[in-house]
């Protein structure tokens, strides 16, 4: 079979490598149908990942279909279609035992930590495994992951029916936090630099859009809330000053969810976390977000709606990222499929 393999910055190859087999009886073998490229596996490819290791097989948005199960295998059978769920975690550290297996002391990413989806077949284990309907088209299918992103940061928010909520950034995960807010019942203000990007946030239910690059953004979520701000403000621009602004968009008594992974240090006095009470909390990955996600998209409350920008074949991945490489204001999600 084939497999993507990244070596070393910018050094990825197609090789011929041996199609993989159940070794335990709690695995399932999976013929991948499609992986999402996702901004994370650019940073990989370019030498920018903090937490990958080489070589690579990268790849964690995946979908596929079920080819042979282990002999204690009892959720999922032969022929199901499903969504990878790309962590794996001890059960036992304090994260786990906080219901946070997100942040496990031996947390494993695939596509970061160990190999992932951008591969004809791989070996998985039964609980990483989640079915999803057949009629759900391979790249509606593949933004799961994705929305579980935005499932987790809107849960570490507590995001409620009724809430003014500030999404910074209206690249893929900004607007799949947006669609997660929505379906929440919050009224969303959106922001980016590009207006290209915030008429497609506003195509997708934003009810405010802001470009700060045209208008004061601390001014324009005061006049939006009738002067409370908002009481929730994302970060998913993930830069030192978009966190920074985030202290002057929230309320009093308000949150801010972070979501960044930027080493660079952001000024903020103690006064602003203590006068407002705030809560600011970090989101990574998910935490038992598969199932509520895969539940939205099936009910049709989640879509992919134009999100999807770009298919490719499998062996043009080289294609795909040089796309992304240099032209990435055309590109929201690209994805590869397989035959």
Avoid at 8 to 18: F, P
Wanted: aromatic residues 6%; negative net charge; glycine residues 8%.
């Amino acid at each position: 079979m084939k497999a993507a393999i990244v070596y070393g910055v910018n050094d990825l190859r197609i090789e011929e490598v041996s199609k993989p087999k159940i070794e335990k009886s709690c695995q399932v073998l999976l013929k991948v149908k499609a992986v999402g490229i996702c901004g994370s596996d650019v940073h990989i490819l370019e030498g920018e990942n903090p937490f990958a290791t080489f070589p690579r097989v990268m790849g964690h948005e995946i979908v596929g279909e079920i080819e042979a199960v282990g002999a204690d295998v009892t959720t999922v059978q032969v022929g199901e279609h499903v969504v990878v769920e790309p962590i794996t975690y001890c059960g036992k550290c304090y994260a786990c035992r906080k219901g946070m297996p997100n942040v496990c002391e031996q947390l494993k990413v695939s596509g970061v930590h160990v190999d992932g989806g951008m591969r004809e077949y791989m070996v998985i284990d039964e609980k990483q495994v989640h079915s999803i309907k057949k009629d759900i088209p391979w790249t509606t299918a593949v933004l799961t992951e994705p929305y579980t992103i935005a499932g987790n940061v809107t849960t570490r928010t507590n995001i409620k029916a009724g809430e003014c909520v500030v999404i910074q950034g209206a690249g893929p995960i900004g607007i799949t936090i947006l669609r997660i807010a929505k379906v929440k019942g919050a009224t969303v203000l959106v922001t980016d630099m590009v207006d290209e990007k915030l008429e497609f946030a506003k195509a997708n239910g934003a009810d405010a859009i802001v470009n700060p690059a045209k208008e004061n953004l601390v001014e324009a979520v005061k006049n939006w809330t009738g002067g409370e701000m908002a009481n929730v403000v994302i970060d998913a621009a993930c830069t030192p000053k978009t966190f920074e602004i985030c202290f002057d968009l929230v309320s009093v008594a308000g949150t801010i969810g972070v979501l960044g992974m930027n080493e660079k240090p952001s000024a903020i006095p103690q006064i602003n976390f203590m006068k407002k009470q705030l809560t600011v909390v970090g989101s990574r990955l998910q935490a038992y977000q598969f199932v509520p996600v895969i539940r939205l998209l099936e009910a049709g409350s989640l879509t992919d709606n134009g999100l999807v920008t770009h298919k490719f074949k499998f062996e043009d991945i080289k294609s795909a990222f040089q796309l992304i490489h240099e032209h990435p204001e055309q590109v929201k999600k690209a994805v590869l499929l397989f035959d």
